[in-house]
């Protein structure tokens, strides 16, 4: 069973590359049971979205 | 909008185009030459476009193009060829305790939505992306404003995977420090607008 320091290295290696099938799945796991990590996994979409938005609309 | 149209609002987007050239090249004047030439483009173009809204994604789609052709051309130069290994993934292993759980667990940082339509939002987003070391940055920002994927970052910059890999995960692990202490720390300081 991954920790969350583990799983917190892979939850932004997954947003650049598609994992490995065991490590996706233990991930997957992972993130059902853990609220923090789950956080963290929202937290790293979000950045992704702030990335896309910017600059937003004109001053 | 009208064709003749579009030389004025284009101009009138130029602030913007500028902002995210120069947040990217940190280079003043490498940013005014990209944002020019995307003008330029439009201009002539011949394109019809149905907003100023569509105008400014198709704008940003030309400046994006016009900002990896500078970065390909100045990533021959050796001065910024490497990306410096100052640090590994170790750096953030003080969030962690001993046994491998969270020392302080990621807070909700509400409702993504809300947050982007907040222009204070942006500032604080870019006064952070401004934080990061120039190399970082510009890994960080090849992948998500230019949509490269990683390989081809690594190819264009002649770095490592490994390195690529560490210095993205440096790039987000610092934007979410950042964001944390400076915008959803404080909040609820975006909500309230």
Redesign the interface.
Known sequence: MM????AH?LV??A???RLPFVRRIGLRFHLLIC???A??E?????????????????? | MEREDIPGEAA??R??LL??AR?QLRNEAAAEDAVQEALLAAVTSGESFAGK?AL?TWLIAILRNKIVDHIRRSAREPSIQAVDDDGD?TDF?AL?AA????AD?????GN?QR??EN?R??DV??ACMELLPEKIARVF?M???LGLE?EEICKELSISTTNC?VV??RA??R??EC?QINWFGNEPGGATV
């Not at chain 1, 929202?42 to 001053?59: I, K, N, V, W």
């Open positions: 920790n969350c320091h583990e290295k932004i290696q947003q650049d590359t609220k923090a990590c956080a963290f929202r937290q790293m979409a979000f950045l992704r979205a702030a990335c896309r938005s910017f600059p937003g609309g004109e001053d | 009138r987007l602030p913007t902002r995210f947040l809204a400014q993934d292993d962690f046994d491998g759980h969270w667990a990621p807070a909700s940082w993504p947050t982007l222009k939002f942006h987003f870019e920002m992948r998500e404003f990683t890999w993205l995960y987000r692990m934007l979410r964001l």
